[in-house]
């Protein structure tokens, strides 16, 4: 996978998707529609003059400006809701340099004068409180997606044993330790390879990648449908994925190709999230989830078709079958 392309796609894609959101006349997310437009102007410039490092440029520009101020606004959130607001005043002024809003300015502001309501009624006694909140909320967090935990583990031990066997690059080493081929499946009823090559990756940018999807878009839907379905969905949407692609190819609609990566259960997982909100669709944010569950696909589409390197078969097999699985296994109440 070229990694300058990946940073150039997410750089235009992610400052796109912001102006969008920001250019509405109602949207509270106003204040992001400078960092945006630099991000995008940014990285058109160095389209026009280093096309080799464009990518580059533009992530750099796109994880400065738009992913770490994002992040941190998030964090400030929940130190906020922690009760923990001199945290959270530190934590939005440093973000102001980055994301100089005023929407940012009027949020500091407002948690200097929280701090200070909590400090005169309270006194010392606040911040132990809300440390001791935070440390709990972190442990009950990282407890409650159990599955998740695990599969991540288990994507990371594949990779070590791939690097201590060879180039995790390499296609014969690939097919000694498990990727998915066509012929091995169909001419050699090597039928385990559909499991096996869903914890191989072609390298550490690969490996990161599905991990940090598997990371962000996992321990929700493990918390709502409950753990033995998430693992049901994980594993079935990709080893369905992969049969997806051999039989596509027994029709001759893809080209027989070496298949691996976590992809088609990660994107079984955004299907599933689209069956499961589908059929509670009348619960509280259920329409606005959906739409984000939209924007990925179309992302993911999207990135498919501009890079030749990744199998959109595989992906739109997973959705599909991830998809039927959340109508399927989505508990009756949410």
């Given at each position: 996978m070229n990694l300058n392309h990946i940073f150039l796609?997410?750089?235009?894609?992610?400052?796109?998707?912001?102006?969008?959101?920001?250019?509405?006349p109602s949207s509270p997310y106003g204040g992001w529609r400078i960092a945006a437009l630099t991000v995008f102007a940014i990285?058109?410039?160095?389209?026009?003059?280093?096309r080799g490092a464009a990518g580059y440029i533009g992530g750099s520009a796109w994880f400065v400006l738009l992913f770490l101020p994002a992040i941190g606004l998030r964090k400030m959130t929940e130190l906020a809701a922690q009760r923990n607001y001199r945290s959270a005043r530190k934590l939005g002024a440093a973000l102001q340099i980055l994301h100089p809003s005023t929407e940012l300015r009027d949020q500091v502001q407002l948690l200097r004068q929280l701090e200070s309501q909590v400090n005169h009624s309270a006194g010392f006694r606040s911040v132990p409180l809300g440390y001791e909140t935070a440390r709990r909320m972190r442990h009950n967090q990282l407890r409650s997606a159990p599955a998740v935990l695990i599969f991540i583990v288990l994507n990371v031990v594949a990779f070590l044993f791939e690097m201590s066997v060879g180039d995790s690059n390499d296609p014969e080493v690939l097919h000694r330790i498990g990727a998915l081929e066509p012929y091995s499946v169909v001419g050699q009823h090597e039928y385990w390879r559909f499991v096996t090559a869903l914890f191989l990756?072609?390298?550490?940018?690969?490996?990161?990648?599905?991990?940090?999807?598997?990371?962000?878009?996992?321990?929700?839907?493990?918390?709502?449908?409950g753990t033995m379905r998430f693992v049901a969905c994980y594993l079935i949407s990709g080893i369905a994925s992969g049969a997806g692609v051999v039989g596509l190819t027994l029709v001759a609609l893809t080209r027989p190709a070496q298949l691996i990566g976590a992809s088609g259960s990660i994107m079984g997982i955004v299907g599933a999230w689209?069956?499961?909100?589908?059929?509670?669709?009348?619960?509280?944010?259920?329409?606005?989830?959906?739409?984000?569950?939209?924007?990925?696909?179309a992302i993911q589409i999207?990135?498919?078709?501009?890079?030749?390197?990744?199998?959109?078969?595989?992906?739109?097999?997973?959705?599909?079958?991830?998809?039927?699985?959340?109508?399927?296994?989505?508990?009756?109440?949410?």
């Open positions: 796609f997410l750089a235009v894609i992610s400052s796109l998707l912001v102006l969008a959101r920001a250019w509405r990285t058109c410039i160095a389209w026009l003059l280093w990756h072609g390298g550490l940018l690969h490996l990161g990648f599905n991990v940090f999807a598997l990371y962000v878009l996992g321990p929700p839907l493990e918390r709502s449908i689209a069956g499961f909100l589908l059929r509670h669709r009348h619960a509280l944010h259920a329409k606005q989830r959906l739409a984000n569950v939209a924007v990925i696909v999207a990135f498919d078709l501009s890079t030749p390197q990744v199998s959109m078969a595989a992906h739109i097999c997973g959705l599909i079958a991830g998809f039927i699985l959340g109508l399927i296994l989505a508990p009756r109440a949410v």
